[in-house]
Structure formats: C-alpha cells, structure tokens
C-alpha cells in the first residue's frame, strides 16, 4: 500500500515531533487554570477581610444573608477552609499547567476528579431528592422541580461526556 498524496502520515507519533493541544484541551485548560486563579484570591480577600478586623468580616457575612452566624464558634474554622482552598486552587492550577502542556498526569487528576464529582453529585441529587420528598410530606410536594432536574441532569451528561474524551484521548498526553 503506497501513500496517498497531500494525506499524512496517521502513524504513532514520535516524542520529537510537535503535538498540537486541541481547542477543548485549551479552552478546559484555560478554565481550570482561571478558576483557581479567583479561588487564590478569594482566599486572599477573605483572609485580609478577616485580618482588618471581625466587624468587617460580621457585616459582610450580613450583606450575603449569613449575618445570623456565630464568629466565635465560625472562626476555628475558617483558617482551615482558607487553607484547603488556597490547597485546592493550587492543585487546580498544576492540572490547569499540566493540561496546557499535554501531560497525562494532569489527564488522570481530570479523569478521577470528575469522576468523584459526577458520583458525589448523584449520591447529592439523590438525598436533596428525598430530603425535599420528607419536607412536603403530606401536601402535593412530591420533590425536586422538574427544572433543577433537568439541569443537573445536563450537567451530569457534560461532566460524563468530559470523563469519556479524557478517557479516550489519552494517546494526545505525554
């Protein structure tokens, strides 16, 4: 079998030769990489909202409705909550990197964190279902709208569709 003229070569590729990201690889890459990017700096305005002083803090948790917590029982936690969200917004940014540069370990972290998210959002959907079921007991209340879910149920098809072409792909990452 010769090759056909102005066709090329569909072959394994070599390591030397230069791969092109594709645009979803890109466009993922580029969203993962912002998202923690305004993670790391909500974490920051949090902390230097916290650290100009509690009454501050108290009246912006009051402008967001949340003005009915308790700081005294809140703050041990929210040194901890800015340090697993300054944690996770920086290894949302490695997989960002990683993706931007093909890497397969950056497929993978996409591939099993996407995979948690889409088991944890059924396992979520399905006790919001029934929490809101026992809520409206007794009256015509039978669970969640129809519209909520619809849309999770989109979603979850974008985040399956999301697993599968990392999972299919795997042939574009070192």
Not at 41 to 66: D, K, N, S
Not at 77 to 88: D, E, F, N, Q, R
Request: proline share 4%.
């Amino acid at each position: 079998m010769g090759i056909v003229p102005g066709r090329q070569d569909r072959g394994p590729r070599s390591r030397s030769s230069p791969r092109e990201r594709p645009g979803c690889v890109t466009l993922y890459a580029l969203l993962t990489i912002l998202g923690a990017l305004f993670s790391i700096v909500g974490a920051f305005a949090m902390a230097a909202l916290y650290a100009r002083g509690r009454t501050m803090f108290e009246q912006a948790l009051q402008q967001q409705g949340m003005g009915l917590l308790d700081l005294d029982q809140l703050t041990p936690y929210l040194g901890a909550a800015l340090v697993i969200s300054l944690l996770s917004a920086v290894v949302n940014l490695a997989i960002g990197i990683g993706l931007w540069m093909l890497k397969n370990w950056a497929r993978l972290a996409v591939v099993v964190l996407s995979t948690l998210g889409f088991v944890s959002g059924l396992v979520q959907l399905v006790r919001t279902s029934d929490t809101f079921r026992e809520a409206g007991a007794g009256t015509a209340f039978t669970g969640l709208p129809l519209p909520i879910i619809g849309g999770m149920l989109v979603a979850f098809a974008i985040q399956a569709v999301i697993i599968f072409w990392f999972l299919v792909n795997r042939d574009l990452f070192d």
